[in-house]
């Protein structure tokens, strides 16, 4: 009966061994689809998107002027639709509008390769449109924050988009297209509105990175799109397009899809090894605090022990020295 108790226990204590390590196991595995699950979402956005339909054979270009009224430049229209007609691309123009709003909405299902918004950009990087401003227009858009009233140098209130407008209020997706706004600083800081666009199905976008004025943003994408159509790449017709602007020192920039998602990744492994190092301190501190009596209690019972040994030893010995003749 001894020994099948004694068989038993091992068994048992196998089984709790076992039952321990699964559990262990089992708590990495979670907390590790926790890290991902935060440090993905922390990231506000994705690493992928929905490719979108393309229909048209032929290269389409549209160019948006929302400053034709207050800032008309006809030698950039026709040189800007010159470039464009030369470099293959079938043009549309489309000039101030009291509906501005719903044709931006409408943009990435209208299917163009290459859009170009000549417009001025307010602050958090929105376009400013031609639509006048009304509190009683589109107001679960301005609630939401997706339009804002907005003005330059005192004038008139226009509504401007703000990146959450591209990214939850237009239709469709752009189908690759190459994005280019003309504005002030849209690739200055976070690069909002170029990842709005970008995550809405285009695949580059070309800004300014800080305050441009109007004649030199006209003239550098006029120089931009001839450079493209010249065959030059992305980087070296931004590059030679855009010399600093000698008013306010601005440089023509771009991002395309592939260094958004670069970005992004390297900024969720950097917030996965936060997350890791936070996890081994949640998981290791509480098996350090129930596992620590047990290693102090073993190593007393080892001490005790060692201490016992001697004490036999030196026993053992004096015995010995007592029985020995004189």
Not at 217 to 245: K, N
């Amino acid at each position: 009966m001894a020994k099948k108790t004694r068989d038993f226990e091992p068994r048992r204590a196998n089984s709790r061994r076992s039952r321990a390590r699964a559990n262990l196991i089992l708590l990495v595995v979670v907390v590790l689809i926790l890290i991902v699950g935060m440090a993905t979402w922390s990231t506000n956005n994705y690493l992928w998107r929905l490719p979108a339909s393309h229909s048209n054979s032929n290269a389409r270009a549209l160019v948006m002027d929302q400053l034709e009224l207050n800032y008309p430049d006809p030698s950039f229209t026709t040189n800007i639709t010159n470039a464009l007609k030369t470099a293959g691309y079938a043009v549309d123009y489309s000039g101030p509008t009291p509906t501005a709003v719903d044709l931006f909405r409408q943009l990435p299902k209208l299917g163009y390769d290459l859009v170009i918004i000549r417009a001025h950009t307010g602050s958090s990087q929105s376009i400013i449109t031609a639509e006048p401003y009304s509190q009683s227009e589109f107001v679960a858009d301005q609630l939401s924050g997706r339009l804002v009233p907005a003005q330059v140098e005192g004038g008139p209130l226009y509504f401007a988009l703000t990146p959450k407008f591209v990214r939850q209020d237009m239709v469709g997706r752009f189908p690759e297209s190459m994005i280019i706004v003309m504005g002030c600083s849209a690739l200055e800081g976070t690069h909002d509105i170029a990842s709005a666009f970008l995550d809405k199905g285009a695949n580059s976008f070309i800004g300014w990175d800080s305050s441009v004025s109007i004649i030199h943003t006209d003239s550098s994408i006029v120089a931009f799109v001839r450079l493209l159509s010249a065959g030059r790449s992305l980087p070296e017709a931004t590059s030679r397009a855009g010399g600093a602007d000698p008013v306010y020192g601005a440089k023509l920039q771009y991002l395309d899809w592939n260094t958004l998602v670069q970005s992004r990744t390297s900024d969720i492994v950097s917030k996965l090894t936060i997350w890791g190092a936070l996890a081994s301190v949640l998981v290791v501190g509480p098996m350090t605090v129930f596992a620590a009596p047990k290693l102090i209690a073993s190593l007393d019972h080892i001490r005790e022990r060692v201490t016992v040994g001697r004490k036999r030893k030196h026993a053992i010995e004096d015995n010995g020295t007592a029985r020995k003749p004189d």
